[in-house]
């Protein structure tokens, strides 16, 4: 199982936690928009990173990105599986086709 996978299977479990003691738990309780909130604040944490070039510092902000993305999915009840269906649906287009065919 890859680590992804395992953070997806960690998150679906820590949902019906007790916020007090799950950051998970805590920011599924807030509600989508929240988990939308905190998955954009991370997502331009990492655009600063990468902007200076800090690729230490990017890839720590790239892992708070994945965790709040997945978070997110999980507050829309969107599994891993799902978007990974998805990306193998769009395996066989070029990214030009595939942005084409959304017109």
Known sequence: MSALH?????????????????????LLARGPEKCAEKFGEEAVEAIIEAVKGDRERLTSEA?????????????????????????????????????ASRS
Do not use: F, Q
């Open 63 to 99: 892992a708070d990105v994945l965790y709040h993305l997945l978070v997110m999915l999980r507050a829309h009840d969107i599994d891993l599986s799902d978007v990974e269906a998805e990306l193998a649906r769009r395996g066989d287009k070029s990214g030009l086709e595939e942005k």
């Open 6 to 26: 395992e953070l997806s299977r960690t998150i679906a479990e820590r949902a019906g936690a007790d916020p007090d003691s799950s950051w998970t738990a805590k």
